[in-house]
């Protein structure tokens, strides 16, 4: 029997999927392309915005047309929100039911009757989803939490995913141990992977810390924190272990107060550069990336301006830069004020070149320091690879891949990345 995967997303629902795969396979099941001909068609779907949710409908459309007669299952957020649109799917899983994907698709190939496996999220439990493979990728993701209590006035995903919730202690180290054995990087993710652990009494440091502690893993990385959830302890980890990846990646949204208000954010334009002062003085030479929405709706061109000069003021290593998007069922939607899609990508498209400006002078500044690079891929006599800061770097020759090689950065090329020189 065979199946195919197409993953919409964010790296929690990567993550969702490499561990719905892995159980397909332990149970004989073979992968094969998404677009090949399959028994059974899985797409993990995106609901963030009307585009993603949109992009989740052509992908079901386009596994109908390439498997008629296979089992054809939509999974996670978008079908939590199901607005009626998603009927030609076979299968239906919300957030609460992905361990029973196979459960279902072996039960729905036996009686051909649909399944909508989608259940109220007001107190489920963590699902406890575990990936050990990973594809063969050299670097890992652990998903350690799931859910938000945040509600940015833009952002569905309270509703799509649920309240907070975290994998256990224990848990999360066995998943860990088990990925430190085939990959030489882990990164921790989670919806809101910085409020880890307190319903079980721990910290997304204290959590770090074992995983340091109790396996050999070479690199550990956070894939994203809110700036009100670095702590101390994690600075300590950062500033002392050089296995914890120097790179932190720190949502903004936006550089104007006014328009962190109306997005519901939990911080000033001044509490958020304090912050990343404070980041810079514990662990010198770390790398900040961080998220813009741009064409927020009521976004002046004054509050607009105010962005630019605070993204240059914090001097970010690189910006992902979304123009706003309309979600259904968020606080924005009904706000007034909402900007043409013009403004929304002229603006994107000004920070977009900020970013490359701001990455580019990082990269200059690393010029002739020595980094640790632990290798990727290998094409055209060429080997990539990334540093602990997140710099993507370029060897001559082929290296195998997850090698940890101590290099020299020497030049910035043109498409934005080092070249190295193996010390």
């Not at 964010?10 to 969702?16: A, Q």
């Not at 652990?197 to 440091?205: F, K, M, P, Q, Y």
């Not at 929304?344 to 970013?355: D, F, P, Y």
Request: proline content about 3%; charged content about 25%.
């Amino acid at each position: 029997m065979k199946y195919a995967i197409c993953c919409l997303g964010c790296k929690v629902n990567l993550y969702e999927a490499e561990s719905t795969a892995e159980e397909m396979d332990r149970r004989g099941w073979h992968r094969v392309p998404f677009e090949e001909e399959a028994d059974a068609v899985l797409v993990f779907t995106c609901a963030v915005t009307n585009t993603a949710a949109a992009k989740s409908r052509k992908m079901l459309h386009r596994a109908r047309r390439s498997a008629p007669n296979g089992a054809i299952v939509l999974v996670g957020c978008y079908v939590q929100v199901d607005d009626g649109k998603l009927d030609d799917a076979d299968i239906l899983v919300g957030t609460s039911h992905k361990k029973e994907i196979p459960d279902l698709i072996e039960r729905f190939l036996t009686d051909r009757k649909p399944i909508k496996a989608v259940t109220v999220l007001d107190s489920i439990p963590y699902d406890n989803l575990r990936s050990e493979n990973f594809s063969g990728r050299t670097r890992a993701f652990l998903k350690v939490q799931d859910g938000c209590d945040q509600y940015c006035s833009y952002c569905v995903i309270p509703y799509t995913r649920g309240h907070q919730r975290s994998m256990e202690p224990d848990a999360a180290i066995a998943a860990a141990k088990a990925l430190a054995r085939t990959h030489r990087e882990i990164v921790l993710t989670g919806i809101h992977t910085g409020r880890y652990g307190r319903e079980h009494g721990v910290t997304l440091a204290q959590l770090a810390e074992r995983i340091l502690q109790e396996t050999d893993i070479l690199r550990l990385r956070i894939s994203s924190i809110e700036i009100t959830e670095v702590d101390d302890r994690l600075l300590d980890l950062l500033a002392n272990d050089e296995r914890v990846a120097r790179h932190l990646h720190i949502p903004l949204q936006a550089g104007s107060d006014s328009v962190l208000a109306k997005m519901h954010r939990p911080y000033t334009t001044q509490q958020y550069l304090q912050s990343i002062q404070k980041i810079r003085e514990r662990v010198p030479g770390i790398s900040i990336s961080t998220d813009l929405i741009t064409g927020f709706p009521q976004e002046s061109e004054e509050d607009f301006a105010e962005t630019v000069e605070f993204l240059k003021k914090c001097e970010f290593s690189f910006l992902h830069v979304f123009p706003f998007s309309l979600r259904s069922g968020t606080e924005a939607e009904k706000m007034s004020g909402h900007l043409s899609e013009a403004v929304k990508k002229q603006r994107a498209a000004v920070c977009l070149q900020l970013s490359d400006e701001l990455q580019r002078s990082m990269m200059h500044s690393w010029i002739g320091k020595e980094a640790a690079v632990i290798t990727e891929t290998a094409k055209d006599g060429h080997t990539t690879g990334y540093t602990s800061e997140y710099i993507p770097v370029v060897l001559d020759g082929h290296l195998p891949s997850s090698q940890y090689v101590r290099v020299r950065l020497s030049e910035v090329t043109d498409d934005l990345r080092m070249k190295g020189e193996i010390l």
